[in-house]
């Protein structure tokens, strides 16, 4: 059922031909998402692998078991990354960083929502989630995280 329903969507949206060499190509980290500071850099690089690593799984229709234990990393690293990135910016006293706590905040409860529907059957819900999880995150960094890349910098963080 998860092949069937899941793979064409898939493949039509992440995938211009059956290579999955194509698929990395699509959503990959490159130097525009560079935030100058080696291991938050680090850490998003590895969000992109793991998004990377469930749309894989659902286009090789591999079983909600699997799909379920990619979620569940995901969710653990996000929050990781996240409490990593906070701590940074507490630390050198950044002055948006309630803000982006905030932004933060909402990211995980919507992304708790998605685990909570996935698990009691709504169908659709690994490929929504992907969605949402590339377009989140693409805008997140160049957006909110770039913000801060200035006042870091500028402090000698790197
Ligand atoms: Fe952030
Ligand atoms: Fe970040």
Redesign the pocket.
Known sequence: MLRSHVLPFVADVFWEDENMATATTTFRWTEKYSVNVDF?DK??QRLFETINELNEALAHGEGATVVERVLQKLVDYVVG??SA?EALLAKYKYPAVASHQAEHEKFTKAIAKFLEDHRAGKSGVPVSLIMFLQTWLKE??LKN?KAYVEFLTSRGVR
Do not use: L, R, S, Y
């Open positions: 938050i850490q998003h990354h996240f990135e997140h960094i995280d």
